[in-house]
């Protein structure tokens, strides 16, 4: 394509910009309009626009002589007033000054104008550019027309430089006027483009910038700069044809526009919405990013299944469905919605409501503009409140949000009485914003949703800690890893055993997700089996490792397993491949990491595990925990158990600030991808003088005895309320025991704490179990009566026979005195 040259013109033509505000009042005057109409800025800023645009249909007369012409003054006029709301354009003969002072300084001009309508938020509303026609009429050549006497679109098109203050003559000057217009281009770039344009004759059809520009003649959009730089290399290699009509040539440029303008809209918040998986978040994003480009006002509405992540029933909403109002954007005056339509409020939609058609059809539904008739009649189907100011005279499109041939919700637009109108392009745009919205919501409700299951899954796995135990205390923490859906194969547990003992127990299947979990669940539940039949420590883990083995074989774990005897006061300790527990001792607050033999993880197999004993005082906190806590990617785990320690020795006013304060010091930004398991047991101790041990003999006489011993101790303990119960129980047990125990002893032994416990041993394995007895049974119903009375009863063996005990709930009374 050539370089050439417009005919006729040569040069630089100055250009008038003027903006019009809404109440008629210039708000911005050119350098160009100063020149054109004779007026400074000063002067013509806040004056009525009709005054400083003298327009007449004088011209009619004076054009005729040179081909004829259409009246275009009226056309200004209106624009003017507001009275058109579409680009218009033409010609007009200026006679007066700015100052109404008669006739101009050298006669009449003729103005060559364009007129474009603004909507947006801000005051303005018409752009105005002129330019004086005798600039660019001299110098015809023979056959061709003159820029005076051609239309608005093809001096548009062939003179593109009125917008741009172009020159076609002088490089380097335009050049250095580039960046004045495009203010992120840098000279080099504006000298190679305009190199390109000039010197080598091709144009630049796909320079893109970023900018924005003040004003723009469509519906509040900023255009981008790009439109003008693709205009400036067109205008250098475009040929000029004389034939074309304006009308046909500017109507496909407006549509064109107004199609590239919802596209970019749509563009662009489908990448502000959707920018994580949060529900809540997601539900921000979606309700702001139309406001206040689109519309002036966004209800958003979902259904109670969204928010629950649930699954939806069957068939579409009806008048019964409960929808949540879960966002309210808008431009108005800070409450005023807040009152009417708060946010969190549910409620059924009327059907005979345009809200009721959209969310039951699938369907946007536009209403043009809301007649105070038809406001009433939607407001009257609402009870308890009158939304009829709130829509009224305004222009409403409700659009569904839908994902998967499924109504998730849907949003009220609403637009302000001053601004244009929804029209069909509208519903187009704001039906595809919300199907692109309910595909990003509903991928945060399935998110949801999973993470509900996963924490249900996980919640389920973890066992129900109670905190107060016989001669210990204990506070736990569970936090989620961020990978792999939440689910993990950390887990915790703490045991009652026979002789007021409690087994703690921290373990780690290594890997992440439903299957580590899964592996977690079973070892689980075979160490509390194992544990209550009172398997040693390091045998238990043995055990342990067989059934980890018959598994499967590529399933590996750590595991301590610790058994604490408050009355002895000691802990004995077995572990497998697990990292070392922390003892803070009470005395002096120091903490230390205990010397326990690493042992080799669950699953491996052939290898023996040691057990260790460690003394321990009352008020001395036992503190374990899995390696996601002190492990961090980069760093030696020897630093995480450093601080673990340090955090441990902390003071804290109980148990739960204690692990707080752990979790606070090890995990401060919460940003750990593993999950985490910690156990802190303060190790309470039971006083030798809360506990009465006897020797029975195997003499049917001495169950009376045992009757006797537990009446005159409980007497002796503040008890007496619980006597009568506690004697009854201990007759049945110690009977029991003497009638199938083959040694010549039975150990009988009460704790108080704070519950009353009772311990029968004796050398026989055979546990007792109910019975279904019958009128005239003489035997079996003495473990029922156990079994009613008691709070809890269990058996236990040993390598020395077997202990059956019971806890018994204490007086209310002695309750508080204990406290």
Sequence with gaps: MDRRTAPGLSGRIPLAVIVVDGAGLVSHWSTGARKLFGCSREEAVGRPAVDLLPVSGALDSAVADEGGADDFGPELDASLSGETAYPTAGRARLFDDCHGGGDRAGGPVDVLWWAYPLVGPGPERLLVLAADAGQVHPRPEAGQESAADMTPGEFERIAPGFALHTEFAGADQLAKRLPEILPSMNPAESARIVYQVLELGYPVLEFSRHDRVPVTPDWGVPRRDERRARRLAAAAAAQVDPQAAAPADLAPDLEYAAVREHLEFLNEVSARIGTSLDLARTIQEVSAAVVPRFTDVAGSYLREQVLAGEGFPDGPPDVTT????????????????????????????????????????????????????MGNAIAAQFEKRDISPLINNRSMLVVPLKARNVVLGFMILLRHQDRPVFNDMDRATGAEFAARAGLVLDNARMYTFQENVADTLQDSMLPQITPRMPGCDVATRYLPGTRMGRVGGDWFDTIKLAGSRL??????????????????????????????????????????????QRLGEHYLATCLYAVYDPIGSELVISNAGHIPPVLVRAADGRSELLDVPTGAPIGVGGIPFE???????????????????????????????????????????????????IIRALNPRGGRKDDVALLMARLNGIPRSDVATWQLARDPREAANARRLTRETLREWGLEEASETAELLVGELVTNAIRHADTREVELRLVRADALLCEVTDDDHSVPVLLNTGPEDGYGRGMRIVSRLARQWGTSRSARGKTVWFEQTLPRSAARRRR
């Design 503 to 548: 087994a703690l127990v921290v373990g780690d299947v290594m890997g992440h997700g439903l299957n580590s979990a899964a592996m977690m669940g079973q070892l689980r539940t075979a160490v509390q089996t194992m544990a209550a039949m009172g398997m040693p420590p390091a045998q238990l883990l043995r055990n342990l490792d067989d059934l980890a």
């Design 611 to 661: 057990t260790v004993t460690v003394r321990v005082a009352p008020g001395d906190r036992l503190v374990l925990c899995t390696d996601g806590l002190v492990e961090v990617r980069g760093q030696d785990i020897g630093a995480g158990l450093a601080a673990l320690c340090e955090s441990a020795a902390h003071p804290a006013a109980s148990m739960d600030d204690a692990c707080d304060t």
């Design 322 to 373: 409960m929808w949540y109002r879960v966002a309210v954007e808008h431009t108005d005056e800070p409450g005023r919605w807040d009152d009417v339509v708060p946010v969190g409020e549910s409620m059924p939609f009327p059907e005979h409501t345009p809200f009721f058609q959209c969310m039951t059809s699938g369907q946007p539904v536009l209403i043009p503009r809301i007649s105070e008739e």
